[in-house]
């Protein structure tokens, strides 16, 4: 189904019944986000539970934002979705920068959200060390350079070629791999430090992560089961960033027991 969220047009769809869950996905604009990330997922999921699946905007067949997006604005987009279907307090699975969506809910509007499920999850910088200060120095002295160019009429016409090659040199996959209408957002959001964050939220916590993660990598997990109240650990071995996917039973036992025991709480 297609809703309209804060002016956006905003592709959800339901399936299963029981107690509510909450699907968030990754980032990654993709005209199949809902279809390869959490149908999976969600059809395994469907048996016990209602199961939303909320595709981000920019993503699969969501609208685009008319500004750029903070983690604050994804948040509210999806509250705004679970307004109007009446979804209330459900267990919030996410995976990657859907994990940042979930951290915010939990933190800042904690009577709206159950259980957290987070795996891979986004949000933690780390810190800042001298090849991590030298590459983003050297990239704004290219910027300053490329800006000293564009002063100049017979060298303008370079100016873009050379801005693109600067960019693919010094900018992540993510951000190369993500439409220009959305790479203002894009840089809002990983720009944001969530670990402050951690300490509010109460919420029972499972984590699950890829031993060999290096998009959100494992000492980010550590991090949080730390840092979180009410948080646990699971590391899948020789697993990568998409741990939950490539070990879809086994992440749905996991969930599913965590579950079990939270309501025995």
């Known amino acids: 189904m297609i809703l309209t969220s804060r002016g956006i047009p905003a592709h959800v769809e339901q399936t299963g019944e029981g107690s509510p869950i909450l699907l968030l996905h990754g980032w990654g604009p993709s005209s199949v986000t809902l279809e390869k990330h959490l149908r999976p997922l969600a059809n395994r999921l469907k048996k016990n539970h209602q199961v939303t699946m909320v595709e981000f905007p920019g993503h699969g067949t969501s609208g685009l934002p008319d500004e750029n997006y903070?983690?604050?604005?994804?948040?509210?987009?999806?509250?705004?979705?679970?307004?109007?279907?009446?979804?209330?307090?459900?267990?919030?699975?996410?995976?990657?920068?859907?994990?940042?969506?979930?951290?915010?809910?939990?933190?800042?509007?904690?009577?709206?959200?159950?259980?957290?499920?987070?795996?891979?999850?986004?949000?933690?910088?780390?810190?800042?060390?001298?090849?991590?200060?030298?590459?983003?120095?050297?990239?704004?002295?290219?910027?300053?350079?490329?800006?000293?160019?564009?002063?100049?009429?017979?060298?303008?016409?370079?100016?873009?070629?050379?801005?693109?090659?600067?960019?693919?040199?010094?900018?992540?996959?993510?951000?190369?791999a993500t439409p220009e209408s959305l790479r203002g957002s894009f840089s809002r959001v990983v720009k944001k430090d969530l670990r402050p964050l951690l300490p509010k939220i109460k919420q029972q916590t499972l984590l699950i992560w890829g031993e060999n993660d290096t998009a959100t990598p494992l000492w980010m997990g550590r991090v949080m089961e730390k840092e979180l109240q009410n948080a646990r650990l699971l590391v899948y071995e020789a697993d990568d960033h998409f741990a939950y996917k490539n070990q879809l039973s086994r992440f749905v036992t996991a969930v599913e027991v965590f579950l079990e025991e939270v309501e025995e709480a």
């Open 70 to 176: 903070e983690v604050s604005d994804y948040a509210l987009y999806v509250l705004s979705i679970m307004d109007q279907l009446n979804i209330e307090q459900p267990v919030v699975i996410a995976h990657s920068f859907g994990g940042r969506v979930a951290l915010w809910l939990a933190a800042n509007e904690p009577q709206r959200v159950g259980p957290l499920v987070l795996t891979g999850c986004a949000g933690l910088r780390p810190k800042p060390n001298f090849k991590s200060w030298l590459r983003k120095t050297t990239f704004k002295l290219g910027r300053l350079g490329l800006d000293v160019m564009g002063l100049f009429p017979k060298l303008r016409p370079q100016k873009d070629k050379w801005l693109t090659a600067l960019r693919k040199e010094f900018s992540s996959n993510d951000y190369l």
